[in-house]
């Protein structure tokens, strides 16, 4: 049967928008830490590799706190939860709280006090840890399974745009001071700065608190899928939700459970590529281009707005795990290209040229990866799951950001700063790798007024169906 004869589930764009206001603050917060941290810690004397154990050390806390997080969510009281929704109490608690610690960095680094900037910082992270595995289980709890890719793709938009916001503020807001070396710092009045986007954060919650209605969104996915006969556990049975992460991986067939550790371990290792380059690149820029490093991030930015919704096409025709790779496949391209002319020692006015094409190649593909890779992981979930899979997705996101920070400033410290492009570029080739083993996480065939609901077409899948079946019927 054609896809094009099965009827299409619409997507409600306006309450995914709602929804995906918790993406925004966090997509918008990691972006001015993740610019700004590296600055502050410099402005304290401390070189590559040591601000990149001081951001890995950060990062610890969320590779714990992440997948519990998750879980803690999926098990959130059923007395609670019947009034305010297992995700939201999270959400809003935990971004309120992030908004009001955030502000006492920026107070620290005002001062100039070291111990209060890292204290403060780690209740920060703890702030946005409660909340983001939830944010991030939100959307699928209250989208049906077909149509996840689509919201996946506003979703990542919202994020995009959070991101763009920030860049934009510190483009003019941001303080900064030129030394005679031509190189330029942070002063310590970013106060105007730091109080916009805490406040954002702030309203963004209240916003979702009057508008967004979980336990109501849910029931109408779920009537949904029930309409359409898709099945949201797989084929496993109802489990009790007090389930431990190894019962839930136990619960996946053997193929099934193969694709979900090798995506895993390409999310890893392009996380290993794409956050050494936007941890280093605020420093990288200042020190190579001797320019500021807003301009050529706004670039990526927009280069991922254009590719949102062009990879939720492009998943639809050749399959997610294809598009992801072509993701990948763009970050490489523009990491290489940008390689040839750092290893040949160009020059800064020629470098700041070349980043432009760079990022646009790194941020498209960056954007046609993450519509799809989350999805790919919490497809293999169930309802009552879906926080023990985005917990795992974030841990080894984390993980990631816990290495490589490190080991991209000990390559810019002991090698070159130029080195931390081809670093990143070693890991993004190794990602395409391992994406090559995934057969699971395409999205299923919607089919009305059928007893069952069948993945789409693909020969990896179709192949992985069919050896299952056999197994079954040897058993």
């Avoid at 070189?47 to 706190?65: E, F, K, P, Q, S």
């Avoid at 971004?95 to 780690?122: C, E, G, R």
């Avoid at 991922?304 to 992801?324: D, H, N, Q």
């Avoid at 763009?330 to 290209?337: N, S």
């Amino acid at each position: 049967m054609e896809e094009a004869a099965a009827p299409k589930i619409k997507l409600n764009v306006p309450r995914t928008i709602l929804v995906g206001l918790a993406f925004f603050t966090i997509s918008m917060f990691w972006q001015i830490y993740d610019s700004l941290m590296p600055l502050f810690l410099r402005d304290f004397g401390l070189g590559a590799t040591l601000r990149g154990v001081i951001m890995a050390l950060d990062n610890v806390l969320a590779v714990v706190l992440l997948p519990f997080m998750g879980i803690l969510s999926d098990r959130f009281p059923e007395k609670l939860r019947s009034k305010f929704g297992r995700r939201m109490p999270f959400i809003v608690v935990g971004s309120v709280m992030a908004a009001i610690t955030f502000m006492l960095v920026n107070y620290a680094h005002n001062i100039m006090n070291l111990a209060l900037m890292l204290a403060s910082t780690a209740f920060v992270l703890v702030f946005m840890c409660l909340y983001r595995s939830p944010a991030v289980a939100l959307m699928p709890d209250v989208t049906p399974r077909p149509i996840r890719s689509n919201a996946n793709a506003i979703i990542n938009i919202m994020g995009t745009v959070g991101g763009v916001i920030t860049l934009i503020l510190m483009q003019f807001l941001l303080k900064t001071e030129e030394l005679e070396n031509g190189e330029l710092y942070v002063t310590g009045n970013n106060w105007v700065l730091v109080s916009i986007i805490s406040c954002l954060m702030i309203l963004a919650a209240i916003v979702m608190v009057i508008k967004v209605r979980e336990n109501k969104f849910a029931e109408e996915s779920r009537a949904i899928m029930e309409k359409y006969k898709i099945a949201d556990e797989d084929e496993q049975p109802k489990q009790s939700e007090k389930h431990s992460t190894v019962k839930v991986l136990g619960s996946l067939s053997k193929s099934e459970l193969k694709s979900l550790i090798f995506i895993l371990l390409s999310v890893f290792l392009w996380y290993m590529a794409y956050n050494a380059l936007t941890t280093h690149f605020s420093v990288f820029s200042l020190s190579v281009l001797q320019a500021k490093f807003t301009l050529p991030l706004l670039v990526a930015n927009a280069a991922a707005f254009l590719m949102f919704i062009p990879s939720v096409e492009i998943g639809k025709r050749i399959g997610r795990k294809k598009t992801v790779m072509l993701g990948v496949v763009m970050m490489v391209a523009g990491l290489a290209f940008a390689s040839v002319f750092l290893l040949t020692g160009a020059s800064a006015s020629v470098l700041k040229v070349i980043m432009y094409p760079t990022f646009i190649l790194v941020g498209g593909g960056w954007a046609t990866i993450n519509v799809h890779s989350y999805i790919m992981c919490v497809e293999l979930s169930s309802e009552t799951t879906t926080g023990t899979y985005t917990g795992l997705y974030y841990a080894f996101t984390m993980t990631a950001q816990i290495i490589t920070p490190i080991l991209a400033g000990l390559i810019m410290d002991y090698v070159a700063v130029i080195g931390l492009v081809p670093y990143s570029l070693v890991f993004a080739c190794l990602a395409f790798v391992t994406m090559i083993f995934v057969r699971h996480g395409n999205a299923v065939r919607v089919v009305e007024n059928k007893a069952e609901a069948t993945r789409p077409t693909g020969a990896d899948e179709a192949k992985d169906a069919n050896e299952e079946s056999a197994v079954n019927k040897e058993k």
